[in-house]
Every structure is written in C-alpha cells, then in structure tokens.
C-alpha cells in the first residue's frame, strides 16, 4: 500500500489536526499560515504536480497578490529551505511533493479504508479500520485560513471518516465477535463515542439511528424513546418536518418491542441502478455498439473513461446510451446512475450543484452531508465513488461547464450524451468522442420493416424514398412506419408524394445538421382531430417533461376523462409516449414543433389563460393534499378557486403523500414556469405550501431555488406577509443543509419582515425557528433570548397553548445549559399554565422537565414529587410507556442520591405496571428495569 520504495529523507506529513511535518524524525519549523497551507495542498497531492495556478487560487483565493508568480515562489523557497530542496520538483506549469500517499495522514488514512473495504475478513477489515481512525487526531487542517480548505477539501475528509466511524460501529457489534469481549466495556465505549458524534453531528441521522438501536439492545429502550422523542420534537416544532425514514423506522421497532437489529451497513455502499427501460425494438447501430465496447475495454479500477456521444436532436443518442448500459451494466457491479441535465428542452439546464445532489443522494449520502457549494459536492461525489465500479450517464447536456463538476475521479465509465460535440471536456478532461448519425439506409430500412412489415417488391424502391425523406432519424421513421401501418391500400406511396408537396423550413440544433422533420411531423398532426390537435398544441405549454392527465386537464380547460381519451389518441399517433402508468411525455422535438403551431394557430392570451387554470388547480390540490395531512396552511388569504378549477381529492394520507411523490418535480417546474410569465402572486404561493414536501423529498439545493423565487414573488406583488413566510422557509431550508452560516440571515430577513407588518404569528414562528438554530451552533445564551422572545410574542397573542410549548422549550434548553433554576422557574409557569388549559398532556412533560431541573440542582425529594406527578397523569390519559420511562428516571436518580430502597421501589413500580398491562411493546424497557433490579439486589 505504499506505493513503492523511494530513497531519500524519511518524511512524515499531518494534516489530521495541526499541519505538521517531520523530516527523519525532526519536525520542521513552518512559520506562517500560507506555507502551512502550501505544504497541505502538496501533500494532498503526493507525487503529483499541482499547478501554479491551483495553488495562487487556493492559497490567496479572490485576493491574490499583484505579482502572484514571485509571491507563490518565494513560499516554494521557504518550503525547500524548511523540509528541503530535494523534495519538490519544479516543473513548468506545476510543483510536485515527492512523497508517496503513505507519508501523508490523510492519505493513508483514506487509502487503509479503501484496503479495509475490499477485505473479505471483517476481523482484517476491523483492524484497518481502527488503524486508519487512529490517525484522526484533531480537525483537518486545523488553523489553516484559505476557506478552499474548509468549503472543498474538509466536506468529503470528514464524510470518509463518519462512514470509516460507521462502519468500525457495525463490525464491532458483528454477533460472532460478541462473545469474545467484556460486552458492557464494548457497549459503554460506543455509546459514548456514539453521544460525542450526535453532539458533533446533529444533523446526521445515521448516527442517531446506530444510538438509539444501541440503548434499545442494552436494555434502555425507553431512554431509547425519550430521546427519539425529543429529536421528532425539536425538528417538527422548529424545522416543521419529519424525522427521515430511517430514523422513523427505528422508532417503530421501538415501539413494536423487536429486537433491535445492528446498525445498518455501510458496506458495500448504496449500488444505485437509474437506468430507464431499454428501448423497445432496438434496431441497428452495430458499429456504434462494438465502437462503445471497444472504447470502454480499457476501463480499470484506476482510470476513468469519459464518451461523448454526440448528435442531431431525433437520432436516437439516448437511446443508443440506454440499450449499451442495459447490455454492459452487470460490468459495473457498483452500480449504474442516470441523471437527465436538461441541455436542451423546456426550462432551464439543470445546474451541476443540482445534478451533484440528485446523484450523491441516490448514492447514500444524507442530505445534511452534502456540502453547499458545487466544489465541495464535486469533490464529495468523486471520494464516495473512489475505487467502485461504476457507469454514470449524463443524458442532454448543454456545456463542458456544466459536465465538468459531474466527472468522477477514477474507476468509472461515463457516457454523456449532447447535440454538442462538448469539445471542451475532449481539450481538457480527454473525453472521447463518438459521433452518432443518421440510421445507416439499411437500418432505416430494417426499422420500418419491423413496424410496418415486408414490403413487396414493387415498394421497396418507395420504402427506401421515405427513409430518406425522414432523413433516416429514429424519431421520424417511427412516426411515418405508424401511418403507414394505420391506412389502408396505396398508403407508403401516398405519403412520399405527401412529403414531397409538403416541405417546410429546417430545424437548427446548435451547431448539428439541419434536419427536415415538420413535414414529418405534420402526418400525425393533420390525422388530428380538432380537439386531440388542440391538446397537443398546449401541451407544449407544460413545464415539465413528464405529466398526468389531471394537470394536463387544468391546463386545457377540460375535464379528465376527455383528456385521457386525447392522450391516447396522441400516443396511438406516437405524438406523446406513455412513460408509466397514466404517465405520459412529449420530446422536445415534438414540444418544438407544437409550440410552433400553438403560435399560428391559438390566441396568443390563450397560453396565459392556460397557465392561470393550472397554477390555480395546482394550489387548490396541493392545499387539499395537504389538509388530508394535517398540515398548517402557510397562507390564509388565497384566493377563491377559478369557476374551472376541478382540484383533487384524496382518501387517506398514504394517497396524499403519494401525490406529492409523483408530482412534485412538476409542481416545482409551474412554480418557477408561473415566475417567469409574470404570474407573481400564484407562483409564489405555491412555492410556499410546497416547502414540506420539497424539505422531505428533494435536496435542499432545489427547496432553497423554489423559496428564493418565492420571496421575489412576494417582493414584486407587495405581499410582505408571502416574502417573510418565504425567507423563513429559506433559512431553514439551508439549516437543513447544515448551512447554518447563510440560515440565520435568511431567519433574520424573515423576522425583520414579520416585525415590520406586525404579524405576531410569524414573530413567534422564526424565533423559535432561530432559537433552534443557535442551539444547534452552541451559543445557547443567545437560543434561549430567541426563545424568550419567541414566548413573548405567544403571550401577546393570547395563544396560552402555544405560550405553554414555548414554555416547555424554553425550560428544557435551559437544562442543557445547565441553567437549573431557571429551568425549574420555567417549568413551574408552563405547569400553572397547562393547569389552567385543563392540559394533561402538557402536564405530564412539563412535570418530568420539571423533575429533570430538580435533579439538576440536587433536590431529589423535589424531583421525586414531580416525577410522581407525570406518572400519575400519564396513567390517566394511557400513555404507560412515558409512566414507565419517568419511573425509570425516578429509580435513577434516588440510585444516584444513595437511596437504593427509593430506587428499587420505583424501579419495581415500573417492572409492576409494564407487567400488568402486559405489553409486548415494552418488552425491552422491561428488561432494563429488572437488570436495574438485580444489580441492587445482586
């Protein structure tokens, strides 16, 4: 593993905490932070060169010195003279540290967990592991100032060193190895190192899985619930989200009583497969498909092969990438990812920090694990794919730029597909190109054939006349073998002398071959009847790809059924594909050409009156959805439904929530659609009832874009009440990021514009949105004032329940301040409020944080009369597991005080009452009560 021998100065290089290096066993002296971070950027790069300009940019970043080539001279100098001359060569354009990976921390490090990884042997796979983490000794790059440390290089690092965390975790707790160690030792060191990380890493929901399976299987299931409890609380309270479906999925089994299992693996990582369906009756491109096995044959563990495929919109590259993956995906046992950027069709290109989300989600990596910035997700999605075989591909790109941050590091194949040639990533990246052309006349010939059936002799000549006219593009045969196949008689030889009479301008693609297809287009279209011709026409209105009849119903004004029936009328004519069930999609070529006719042919107020119908229904059956759910409403001033608007309705949640799975890209594409006509007030408020869903089911990334447009809304209608509703979904949406940076000012722009239209609602809302997010950056003095003042705002409302939650919040953070008398002074008010609501609910949390504050400040007696209290309270209203948890802690902390008779008193009480109700749920708390027993007993 260490690269091979080299003779010379024995180097060791740390980069896992303060920068450091030792030249044979003598640490060299580097003074100032710029030579400390020209050693971090060689090294990083061992035996590699780094270019002049690389090094100027990271190390000075946007202010470098005017004479930036002496400055960064001068610092190689300083670095010889400090570790010496022989260790870096100069080369024209770069700098090269002679050192192998081994000599570098970080280095070895990620190459002991890439060996670790391929191990058969977890025994082996455990001992590399714990070899590669004891070289974490501090923070990377610790005291370095250029932010291209922390906002690119730190990201992916401290991502390989959580899944290594994760992964020793796991193989610790292997079954086999359980009987060859103190189990109590082994389960005390991981909860605890577990608490440290969660601490850490609040927003890492893995962690927090492998702690509360940990408490679960040690006999602590009900510090197991409470402490699911308070996570589920504090993000639905102060985020308004769910827990993510693996932490819920915890719970359950909590509650269900099962045995909990073992952390999930880490290894082998998610092995994504994203390819869409193989083409149905694939025909011809032999040559193009040996050209892709050919060029893809030297594909190893080490190298990266990157093909261009490039051509006319129509040719079929998608679909010639598709049928070779589909042949080739079990060579790449990894996995197969897909990803559609949008180069050329409706809306704008998809940004590569979208694509980057999109793909490192489908790879695994939680969404607060993704860095903010496009490098830092860039470098992250190259480290999770390092040493895995892989095949990526990038259909409909628009640039080399927006490829580029796309590319992997080594150990893939990349297949990209484009109208351009992309000769930018052939310049730079050595990407190779594969030209894919017209269908060769035999193919042409071969592929109408086999739809339409074998000509007889005499029109075989005209077959070949159609192809030709097609120009023999897949996309026009297909449509032209479908008229023939549906008339009758002379058909083949009346449209050839159609297309002949019939001759239109071409289309321009970019800088491809003009292509000829109205004419061909216009078969299908003049078979139309009006109303399907009309349908078709609008649908080049739609903002999204993909549709169902619903939305495309709103759209054009009618009702489902009819639209149903056009729809398959289109499709019958290959006009629009059916792309899953009750799912259909129109090509862009296609979209092009019914836009074209929509201009000629429609009122040009017709596109807005259209856009109108179907952000309106989009509202309304978003709100519907939502209502089904139980969610607040964001806005309480829409506006009354158009006379058309027909929106949907759901029978249950689970159908709720599968809508906004289905629809919510398209819902996205109207919002940011409806922005761009001028439709201000409708786009905004969608994008605002969408932010729970966009927070559940998409990157943060793309919920950021839909509120960023949301506020613009708000700001040029005047709706300061739609803007500060917007900026707080903002500054969550980046605190969901784990952007705590950029969230508070968001939060603060929202607060500020609460205040100035004196909407106390909202007042309360974003301090206890803010308050969270100072507890999470550990200035707990300044949460505690956010949430003092969120309470106040309740007061002033006269909302005594929300006051009494406030209340809660605020005396619990006080507990973790270790501020205990203000926590129990907190507690006491929200105990006298919850008194007064009649709230038993309320009371029954408020009296055990209460009980917690006075085990805080030593008055256990006190304690002891609160905790009775919850469980007395908690028993009248059936909540036995929260009794029974509170007579835990009860049994606890008369333990602590010294009091072993209270203690099992208590601890007996809980065992007694989880026995008489005899609930397997609690089968584990059971088992943590009576091991409490017989150790005071024993």
Known sequence: MTGGERTGPRVVIRLLGGVSVQVDDRPAELRGDRLRSLLALLALAAGSSVSKSSLVERIWGESPPADASHSLHTLISRLRRAIGADLISTAPTGYTLLVVPDQVDVLRFAGLQRVAAQMGDRETELTLLTEALELWTGRPFEGLAPSWFESVALPPLVEQYLLAVERRLELRDDPDRRGTEDPSGRIGADLAELRELTTAYPLRESLWVRLLRLLARSGRTAEALELYESVRQRIAEELGVDPGAELRAVHAELLAGETPVPAPSVKPPVAPSQLPADVPGFCGRKQALAELDRMTAAHGPESVVTLVLHGPGGVGKTSLAVHWSHQAAAEFPDGTLFVDLGGYGPGEPVEPSVALGYLLHALGVPAGQIPAEVDGRSALFRSTLAGRRILLVLDNARSAEQVRPL???????????????????????????LPVDQLSEADARTLLTDRIGPPVTTEAKLLDQLAHSCNHLPLALVIAAEQVAHRSGSALAELVEELDEYQLDAFETDEDVATDLRAVFSWSYRALEPEAARLFRILSLYPERRFGPPAVAALAGLDERTVTKLLRRLTDLHLVVESGPNRFQLHDLLRAYAGERFGELDDPREAERAWERLLDWAIQTVLAARQVLGEPRRLDYLDDPLPTTVPLRFEDQAAARAWFDLELRGLMAMVVGGAARGLYASAGRLGLQLWVHLSRLVSPDESISIQRIAVDCGRRVGNRKLEALAYNQLGTSYGARGDLDRAEPELRRALATFEAIDSEVGIALVRGNLGYLLQLRG????????????????????????????LNNLAMTYIEAGRYADAKRTALECVDLSRDLTDKRSLCYVNDTLGQAYVGLGEVAAAADRYETSVRLNLEIGNIAPAAATLLRLGQARFDDGDDRAAAGAWQRALDLIDAHNLSTMSSLRDEIAGHLTTLTG
């Open 407 to 433: 590319l992997p590091g080594r150990g893939a194949v990349v297949l990209i597909t484009s109208r351009s040639r992309l000769r930018g990533l052939v310049a730079r990246e050595g990407a190779r190109q």
């Open 779 to 806: 200035q707990l003095d300044e949460a505690i004032e956010q949430q003092q003042l969120a309470l106040q705002s309740t007061r002033r409302m006269g909302d005594d329940h929300a006051s009494a939650a406030k």
